[in-house]
């Protein structure tokens, strides 16, 4: 028996077991996705990135920047899973 199917027996309903997988699969991508635009934005600014956007010390521009390449990169990592994982789960 297979991990999958192992798994797939403790949950009653596919989407659950879907919803817990994504879940966890997003908490983790959201650690590595953040280290990466850090590591990309030391690379392109050769400074560290914004502890706080919010903070009156970052200048508009960099909060703006800065929120918007973790916004975008944050989505698309999220949308990947939650496409794959459901695909790979429905088959």
Do not use: Y
């Amino acid at each position: 028996m297979s991990l999958l199917e192992r798994i797939r027996e403790n949950f009653d309903d596919e989407e659950q077991l879907n919803n817990w997988v994504i879940g966890g699969a997003s908490m983790i991508s959201a650690v590595l996705v953040r280290r990466i635009v850090e590591f990309g934005w030391r690379q392109a600014t050769r400074e560290e990135p914004p502890k706080n956007p919010a903070d009156h010390d970052v200048s508009i521009q960099q909060a703006l920047a800065w929120t918007l390449i973790v916004g975008v990169a944050s989505s698309l990592v999220k949308l990947l899973i939650r496409r794959n994982i459901t695909w790979d789960v429905r088959k």
